[in-house]
């Protein structure tokens, strides 16, 4: 069973950028699709992007299209989102998360959400705020 370890929150001025790392362990981790997802108080958790490990098929919802980018160092076992021209709205608490039915990652992420996913890290907070 992989585990996963977030890391690379903080405090963010909008218009700024952050790093986050998402450390994958245990198991076949190239047989893993990963996502980031995003969840503020109250609401739901929200599917931010999402990657292929061994394939590098990568996927973005429209609220970061554009803004945020997906990589991944399969030597490291590493799954970084680099998010640029942050907004207050990107305030959230950001999950790394994991499936071996590796289709979930896909176009549809944002319609399919949490479905699929069953292992996730501890999140990391992000606060864009001037």
């Known amino acids: 069973q992989v585990q996963l370890v977030e890391s690379g929150g903080g405090l963010v001025q909008p218009g700024g950028s952050l790093r986050l790392s998402c450390a994958a362990s245990g198991g076949r981790l190239d047989r893993y699709a990963y996502a980031w997802f995003r969840q503020v108080p109250g609401n739901e958790r929200e599917a931010v992007s999402c990657?292929?490990?061994?394939?590098?098929?990568?996927f973005y919802t429209n609220a970061v299209k554009g803004r945020f980018i997906l990589e991944r160092d399969r030597f490291r076992n590493t799954i970084f989102l680099q998010m640029n021209n942050l907004r207050p709205e990107d305030t959230a608490v950001y999950f790394c998360?994991?499936?071996?039915?590796?289709?979930?990652?896909?176009?549809?992420?944002?319609?399919?959400?949490?479905?699929?996913?069953?292992?996730w890290g501890q999140g990391t907070q992000v606060t864009v705020s001037a």
């Open positions: 998360a994991a499936t071996l039915n590796r289709p979930y990652c896909s176009d549809s992420l944002y319609n399919t959400g949490v479905t699929g996913w069953d292992t």
């Open positions: 990657i292929w490990l061994e394939e590098g098929f990568s």
